[in-house]
């Protein structure tokens, strides 16, 4: 018999890290855990199996379906915003391709064991693109069916496997003269930026206000590469596993439809400043805006409507700005280089 799991791909991610150490302490599911990385010891539990794999890697799906039967999966894995821009063919790859691996999977454990799969998949702000700074500011906080045309590869992946795994929920084979649903329960969620205090990103277009953060609680200068006015919706980590926790565990029936905006809090770079400040007085954060990469922030929303996933399952943020600086961020990243 197959030990059934709950699998989550991007395992050693700001997100990846946050999940599975939430699933650790709850102790409830056993966890497979996959990423190109090992899995960072300080989150590993007994009820985890850490896998260092492929998610484009057909040897490594299967090993997993031969030995787990999967009810849940977070999706996780990506190459974010930046770091797409430098490789947009191997975006396209890991993005879109590995993510059409996994909805399949999830396809074929829906037959294996005859229940419906959860796909959750973290979307994002980078699926949205307006214009100028004219059209955002009066665009304000954008609907999931505004301004859905990004300027970046990762928005584009972002986008478009989001319409994938609406189709393999809602329209699959449906031509087949046996047509049966596809099993794969797919839910989505468009994330603003996201600061963690016990992670740092990677590639991504909305890390400055993560690095401007750590940068300050190491004593370190940090050169912000937006300007002081850009603005964008942010979220603390820990509203955004609380967010995948509750679509994943919301009824199918209350989803009217399968991509949610989620928000918490919109500040300009130069707000985030002086909360940052706020903290750690002594920090030396200076502004040396990148033109292209202060362009892709300026094409995305200032803040977002979440007003249905609000009405769909319930959705409402712990943290607003003050709260994720003063009792998230500034205490856990202090803790946090203490014991580095
Ligand atoms: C990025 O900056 O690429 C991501 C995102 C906004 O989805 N953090």
């Not at 960072?40 to 794999?53: E, F, H, K, M, V």
């Not at 596993?241 to 994943?248: F, G, Q, S, V």
């Not at 009824?251 to 985030?272: C, M, P």
């Amino acid at each position: 018999m197959r030990k059934p799991v709950i699998l989550i791909t991007g395992a050693n991610g700001e997100i990846g890290h946050g999940l599975i150490e939430h699933f650790g302490k709850q102790d409830r599911h056993d966890i497979v855990a996959l990423d190109l990385r090992p899995v960072d010891p300080r989150i590993a539990s007994t009820n985890l199996t850490s896998i260092q794999g492929d998610i484009l890697d057909d040897n490594v799906m299967q090993r997993i379906v031969s030995e787990f039967e999967i009810h849940v999966i977070y999706h996780l894995a990506a190459m974010l915003s930046t770091r797409s821009e430098y490789a947009p063919d191997i975006a396209h790859n890991v993005n879109v391709n590995g993510t059409l691996n996994l909805i399949k999977l999830a396809h074929e454990q829906a037959r294996w064991h005859g229940t419906p799969v959860r796909f959750l998949f973290p979307s994002s702000i980078a699926a949205y693109g307006l214009p100028d700074l004219a059209t955002k500011a009066d665009a304000g906080r954008v609907s999931e069916n505004e301004w859905n045309i990004p300027s970046t590869m990762y928005g584009c992946n972002k986008l478009y496997c989001e319409q994938l795994g609406r189709y393999y929920s809602m329209h699959f084979r449906q031509l087949a003269a046996d047509r049966t649903p596809s099993g794969v329960d797919f839910r989505a969620l468009r994330f603003p930026g996201l600061i963690s205090a016990v992670t740092l990103p990677a590639g991504g277009t909305s890390d400055y206000a993560s690095e401007m953060v750590h940068a300050a609680a190491q004593g370190q200068p940090y050169a912000c590469f937006v300007s002081e006015s850009s603005r964008i919706p942010f979220m603390a980590m820990p509203d955004a596993i609380k967010a995948l926790l509750m679509l994943a565990e919301a009824d199918e029936s209350l989803l009217k439809q399968r991509t949610y905006n989620v928000g918490s809090f919109s500040v300009s770079a130069g707000e985030i400043r002086q909360l940052v400040m706020r903290a750690f007085p002594k920090a030396d954060i200076t502004f040396a805006p990148d033109r292209a990469r202060n362009a892709i922030v300026d094409s995305w929303p200032a803040d977002v409507d979440d007003s249905a996933a609000s009405r769909d399952w319930g959705w409402k943020p712990d943290y607003d700005a003050r709260r994720a600086f003063e009792e998230y961020l500034a205490p856990t990243i202090a803790d946090f280089y203490k014991g580095q």
